[in-house]
């Protein structure tokens, strides 16, 4: 069974501050997909990164890095000078690399605010 | 290009009736996945529907029931609603052999 955490319900922060958000999962597959999804509050999920379980090179994109550990199971994801904008509800998802469907595990969530 | 939409935005019914909601997915995409958002949770996978199949199921009752059509379109119908059915419902479009879903914005449907 496979299983994804995220122990922050809710982070507060003044705009231009850091936001980290923690995320651990369980799987017994070998080779997975692990993503990060924003929700803003239209309700869709807006793809935002997706990283291999066998590349653990951590990456910066613009504003957004991620922090991949295999040996700990997490996958934290870091918004660096925050802004208003970014206010949503952030979800780790995870999928098997072998399975025939593109079936996600959710996260229950952690909602961020950014207060101006 | 537009991409995936869902009909209707939201929709009320009553304890013990029937729903269908429907889904477009993103042009040139032939995958199809349904998920469930209760308020305050994640997403949680219904099924997929690939070739017009069921291809991969979550852990819902059969009240809980889907239908691809040849233009990769797909519906999501719910029978006997309980309160508990109360969500977002989520539609989902990939290419097959590509994992990236695109998501729609949702049906938002409360039993009353």
């Known amino acids: 069974a496979q299983k994804v955490t995220q122990a922050q319900t809710e982070i507060s922060v003044v705009e231009k501050e850091d936001v980290t958000l923690d995320c651990v999962y369980e799987t017994r597959d070998t080779t997975y997909y692990l993503f990060w999804y924003k929700q803003p509050p239209s309700g869709e999920l807006v793809f935002l990164i997706r990283r291999n379980s066998f590349d653990e090179q951590n990456e910066i994109s613009g504003r957004y890095s991620w922090n991949f550990q295999k040996s700990t199971s997490s996958f934290n994801f870091t918004i660096t000078a925050s802004q208003v904008v970014d206010s949503a509800v952030y979800f780790c998802?995870?999928?098997?690399?072998?399975?025939?469907?593109?079936?996600?595990?959710f996260g229950g969530g952690t909602r961020v605010l950014v207060k101006p | 290009d537009a991409g995936v939409t869902q009909s209707p935005t939201h929709l009320i019914k009553t304890r013990g009736q029937q729903v269908t909601l429907r889904c477009s997915p993103k042009?040139?995409?032939?995958?199809v996945s349904w998920y469930q958002q209760a308020l305050g949770q994640g997403p949680q996978f219904i099924f997929q529907y690939y070739e017009e199949e069921e291809r991969q199921r979550g852990n819902f009752p059969d009240r809980f029931s889907g239908h691809q059509f040849p233009n990769y379109s797909s519906e999501l119908n719910v029978n006997a609603l309980l309160l508990g059915d109360s969500a977002l419902y989520l539609c989902?479009?990939?290419?097959?052999?590509?994992?990236?879903?695109?998501f729609g914005p949702g049906t938002r449907l409360t039993v009353l």
């Open positions: 998802a995870l999928r098997p690399s072998k399975a025939a469907g593109n079936k996600l595990t």
């Open positions: 042009s040139g995409h032939d995958t």
């Open positions: 989902a479009s990939s290419l097959a052999a590509i994992f990236k879903q695109f």
